[in-house]
């Protein structure tokens, strides 16, 4: 069964651009979860999608927002990007929402702002 | 601040040690999980620590909930150049997300 997919794995951009990441899940899996990695703050949870609802939100600002399809494949926007939103954007999935179930992480994006 | 705090933040030992990291928090937990993190690579987990006072064993690896459940510790016997890497402990701090410790980075010398 191939694992969690994301694209791109690598992004440079500059201040003020809006990015989107890609996220496709485990086949069958129906929930996906986006966290931002950063040496400072560490992995923190950015919103949790499932069945094309947003199930929860983290405490980002409204700059940060995402989506899912109807096959379960999800992306994530930011928009007028900052110096500080460079980080590795993990995105996870699982069976079924919440926090009680195995969650599988892809390789990540990892995102420059300049 | 962090709901969960882990130490140390980094270790680097020789192949064959034996080691300790620790995630402690004032919360109480239904449940805690370890993953280990490789570089270019996203969290894998370990194991899911459900009863208070459980003890799980993955190989040389040994996870322990605390009593309370409110702290775990994981201990690597006979560390290996392969245990490398970023250990992070998570848990559902009423926010109906995993919370994630700050990690500790281990570097296990040949």
């Known amino acids: 069964k191939a694992g969690v997919t994301q694209t791109p794995r690598y992004l440079i951009k500059t201040r003020g651009q809006q990015v989107t990441l890609s996220c496709s899940p485990i086949s069958g899996h129906r929930s996906v979860s986006w966290y931002q990695q950063t040496p400072g703050q560490g992995l923190q949870f950015l919103f949790e999608?499932?069945?094309?609802?947003?199930?929860n939100k983290g405490n980002f600002p409204g700059r940060f927002s995402g989506r899912q399809f109807s096959n379960s494949r999800s992306e994530m926007n930011v928009s007028t990007l900052e110096l500080g939103d460079s980080a590795l954007y993990l995105c996870?999935?699982?069976?079924?929402?919440?926090?009680?179930?195995?969650?599988?992480f892809g390789p990540g994006t990892r995102l420059t702002v300049t | 601040t962090q709901l969960l705090e882990q130490s140390p933040q980094f270790l680097s030992i020789q192949e064959g040690e034996n080691l300790t990291v620790y995630c402690n928090s004032s919360s109480v937990f239904s449940s805690l999980q370890w993953y280990r993190q490789e570089p270019g690579e996203g969290p894998v987990l370990l194991v899911t620590?459900?009863?208070?006072?459980e003890v799980k064993k993955l190989k040389r690896l040994t996870f322990q909930f605390g009593d309370a459940r409110k702290d775990s510790s994981l201990h690597i016997t006979a560390a290996q150049p392969g245990d490398t890497g970023l250990y992070l402990c998570?848990?559902?701090?009423?926010?109906?997300?995993?919370?994630f410790g700050s990690g500790t980075r281990l570097q296990v010398q040949p």
């Open positions: 998570a848990a559902d701090t009423g926010r109906r997300a995993l919370t």
């Open positions: 999608y499932f069945s094309e609802t947003q199930r």
């Open positions: 996870a999935s699982s069976p079924a929402p919440g926090t009680g179930v195995e969650q599988y």
């Open positions: 620590v459900v009863t208070g006072g």
